[in-house]
Every structure is written in structure tokens, then in C-alpha cells.
């Protein structure tokens, strides 16, 4: 067997591996969501000292925004959002993020956060919370023109993501419910392997912004 198949064998059991240890895990998983973006809610400062680049959101939906995240979607007006629309929202996972995150979620797996036994493992090296990479769907759900509220999400994880690296989220709306709710494809892919490492589909209802 040459070098280059048993790495492809390597790298497609990594891969089996970790699909079957994280396949079907949070059914339901808007309360981790909510704990992923809260730890991409900065404080006044970074852990380094430095202050954070907050930046006025440019929609009403969004308390604030940040220098370094960038999102695009297709439509503005929720009364016309239909099958076909998409949201992306992509940032870079930093050790400041997965620290925080670890601190608000409570899972301070070693794997997330200690490097020589993080290089032990089958992954060689420390990966980013699972939950903490699904909470960017929700960061792109939050972009849908109107208020947006979660009912379910369905995921499937395929791979890891390293620290440091810069990651997307995708949502499609891919059937109307009625009731202003909307079923969605959702999608998070490593832009710096790119590869995509969690698929599945988001249930959420969109109600009126509250009058300012």
C-alpha cells in the first residue's frame, strides 16, 4: 500500500470515527446554540487586553457586529422571505472563543483545551467545541430579516475544526410551514480545509421586529 492510501485510510477512519461518536448528538440543540454565541459575545476587552472591534449592526434584528465577522443574505423584508433564500455568516474560531466558550458552557473537555493531551489523541491536536462550530448556524439565523426564533435543529458532525480557523455557516430556507415558520438547510463548512464539517436542518419561526 503507497504512503498516499494508508493516509487516505488514516484520514477516512479519523473521519468515520468521529461521524460515529458525534452523529445524532443534540436533536435539539438550541440551548448549546445559545451558549456558542454567547461566548462569541465579547467583553468590554479580549483576555489579551486588547478592545474588542465593535461595530454598529446594519440590521435591526442584531444588537451588534464585529470587524472580523461577515455575513451576507439574500433577502431584507420578512414578509418576503421564500424557498431558495440564504444566509451566511462566517468567523474566525479563536483560542479566546473556545476559552470563553468552555467557561459559559461548562465543558472544559481537555480535548478543547489542553495541547499536550489534546496531541495524544486521534485528533493530534486541539479542536474547537462541536457545539461552539453548530453555534454559528444560529449566529446565521439570526440574520433572517424579522425576529427569529428557534424550534429544532437536526445535525450530523463529519469532521473537526482547528483552533484558529475560519468557518461558515450556510442556511437555506427549503419549505414554507405556514404560520411564518420555515424549515432550513443548514451547513457549516472549515474554509481553511475546505471541507464541511456538520450538515442538518433548522425548524424557525420568524415574528415582527418589537417596534423601536
Known amino acids: 500500500m503507497s504512503h498516499q492510501n494508508a493516509g487516505e485510510d488514516n484520514l477516512a477512519s479519523m473521519t468515520d470515527a468521529w461521524s460515529a461518536m458525534t452523529r445524532g448528538f443534540l436533536r435539539t440543540a438550541t440551548a448549546a446554540n445559545r451558549a456558542a454565541v454567547s461566548a462569541m459575545l ?17 440590521i435591526p434584528s442584531i444588537d451588534y457586529s464585529d470587524l472580523d465577522w461577515q455575513f ?4 431584507d423584508d420578512p414578509d418576503y422571505i ?3 433564500d440564504t444566509v451566511t455568516f462566517e468567523k474566525t474560531l479563536t483560542d479566546d472563543d473556545i476559552r470563553a466558550f468552555a467557561a459559559v458552557s461548562g465543558d472544559t473537555n481537555r480535548l478543547h483545551l489542553d495541547e499536550e493531551f489534546a496531541s495524544e489523541t486521534r485528533f493530534g491536536e486541539r479542536i474547537v ?6 453555534g454559528l448556524i444560529s449566529a446565521a439565523l439570526a440574520r433572517l430579516p424579522g425576529l427569529t426564533i428557534y ?8 469532521g473537526p475544526v482547528g483552533i484558529g480557523d475560519s468557518v461558515s455557516a ?4 427549503v419549505e414554507s410551514l405556514g404560520n411564518d415558520q420555515y424549515r432550513l438547510e443548514t451547513l457549516v463548512r ?11 436542518e433548522a425548524v424557525v419561526l420568524i ?3 418589537p417596534a423601536e
Open 72 to 75: 451576507d443574505r439574500t433577502v
Open 190 to 200: 472549515d474554509e481553511d480545509d475546505d471541507t464541511t464539517v456538520i450538515n442538518g
Open 129 to 134: 467545541h462541536g457545539t461552539l462550530v453548530s
Open 82 to 84: 421564500s424557498v431558495g
Open 151 to 158: 424550534l429544532s435543529q437536526d445535525l450530523e458532525f463529519s
Open 170 to 173: 450556510r442556511v437555506e430556507v
Open 207 to 209: 415574528d415582527d421586529l
Open 42 to 58: 465579547p467583553s468590554t476587552e479580549e483576555s489579551s487586553g486588547a478592545e474588542v472591534d465593535r461595530i454598529a449592526p446594519s
